[in-house]
């Protein structure tokens, strides 16, 4: 199994890079529409119009592109014995809070859903910047290998 996955080992890292990208995508665009979303009255057809927004940029590109690049990025750490390299260490932490990030915000599609908004829009322009600035950690740690 492990022969197969050293062969096939660019192509795999290439599909987590690609997967990483959409995710990235989602979770840079989902909070801009809580701020559209906000705009709108609660229970107006416009409120209803982003509620189904919010609920296809979940199932189609948030969710399934979080767990692909799980799947790809634990199969290529497993495969390169990562588990036991600094870089990876702090990689994994990184993510690890790039993923409750993007669990509060599936948390926040609910509320909207539910008409309830506990955020202000100059608070949800702020936390914008969290997965640009772990994004830009992540690389780092991945491509420089600094430790
Ligand atoms: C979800 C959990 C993730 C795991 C378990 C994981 C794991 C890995 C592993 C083991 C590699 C191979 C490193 C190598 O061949 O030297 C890799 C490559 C890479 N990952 Fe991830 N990764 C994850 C998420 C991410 C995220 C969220 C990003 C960016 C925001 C990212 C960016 C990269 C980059 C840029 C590379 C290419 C490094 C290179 O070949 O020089 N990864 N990842």
Redesign the pocket.
């Known amino acids: 199994m492990n022969e197969i996955i050293s062969m096939l080992y660019l192509w795999l ?1 290439s599909a ?2 690609i997967f ?1 990208i959409f ?2 995508a989602g979770l840079f665009m989902m909070p801009r529409f809580f701020v559209y979303h906000q705009e709108a009255a609660v229970g107006t057809p416009e409120d209803s119009k982003w509620i189904e927004r919010e609920q296809k940029l979940r199932k189609i590109i948030l969710n399934p592109s979080l767990v692909i ?2 799947i790809l ?2 199969t ?2 497993f495969n ?1 014995g ?1 588990f036991s390299q600094g870089w ?1 260490h702090a ?2 932490l990184v ?1 690890i809070m ?2 409750g990030y993007h669990g509060w915000m599936m948390g926040y599609v609910k509320k909207l859903a539910r008409g309830e908004r506990t955020m202000k829009d100059k608070t949800l322009r702020f936390v914008n910047e969290v997965p640009g600035m ?2 830009a950690i ?2 780092i740690l ?2 420089v290998k600094p430790f």
């Open positions: 890292k987590h890079l990483v995710w990235m690049t799980w990025g634990l290529l750490a390169i990562a990876f990689k994994f993510v790039l993923s772990a994004a992540i690389v991945a491509i």
